[in-house]
C-alpha cells in the first residue's frame, strides 16, 4: 500500500464492511488461484494453455497486493494459527463459492426473465441454490473451516490460505 496515513497522519485502517469485502476477495481468488495451478498442466492447446498462465499470473499479482491490507484490518493476522486440515478445506471452499456464484446466478437471472414458467423455474433453483449453500456452509463452520464468527481467525484463514494458492 503506497499511503498508509490519512492526511491527519494516523495509520489507516480497513472498515468492517471493507474487511469483509477484502475476506470475500480473497478466499474466492484464492480458490481460483490453487485451480488454475492444479488444472494448468492438462490443457493441451498451447494458446488456452497461455491464457491459464495469464490468468495465474494476474491472480498471483492480485492476491500478493491484497494481502497487504490484512495488516491494516480491524484485527491483524495471528501470527501462529493451524492451518486448514489438508485439502478438504479448499474442496469445501470451492464448493462454497460455486454455491454462491450460483445464488447470485439465479438472482440475477430473475430478474431478467419475462416468461413466467421460466422465472418459476429460476426460482425453484435459487432456493434449492440458497439450501445447498447453507448445508455447505453448515460442514465448513462443524469442521472449524469457517469461523463466521470469529473475525480474527477468518482473516487469519485468508492469510493461510492465499500464502498457500502462492506458494502452489
Not at 490453487?34 to 491459464?52: A, C, F, G, H
Amino acid at each position: 500500500m503506497d499511503d498508509e496515513r490519512n492526511k491527519k497522519g494516523k495509520k489507516e485502517r480497513l472498515a468492517w464492511h471493507e474487511t469483509m469485502e477484502l475476506h470475500e476477495v480473497v478466499a474466492a481468488t484464492s480458490h481460483h488461484l490453487m485451480l488454475l495451478k492444479r488444472t494448468v498442466n492438462q490443457v493441451s492447446d498451447p494458446e488456452l494453455r497461455q491464457l491459464y498462465m495469464e490468468a495465474i499470473n494476474n491472480y498471483r499479482r492480485n492476491l500478493q497486493q491484497l494481502l497487504n491490507f490484512y495488516n491494516v484490518g480491524p484485527y491483524a493476522p495471528r501470527e501462529s494459527e493451524e492451518e486448514r486440515k489438508g485439502d478438504r478445506g479448499f474442496f469445501a471452499g470451492t464448493l462454497l463459492g460455486m454455491a454462491k456464484n450460483d445464488v447470485r446466478m439465479y438472482a440475477a437471472a430473475i430478474t431478467e426473465t419475462a416468461t413466467p414458467s421460466l422465472r418459476n423455474v429460476f426460482i425453484q433453483q435459487l432456493n434449492g441454490a440458497i439450501h445447498f449453500h447453507y448445508k455447505v456452509f453448515l460442514y465448513m463452520y462443524r469442521h472449524g473451516l469457517y469461523p463466521a464468527y470469529d473475525l480474527a481467525a477468518l482473516r487469519q484463514g485468508d492469510v493461510n490460505l492465499a500464502q498457500r494458492a502462492l506458494n502452489m
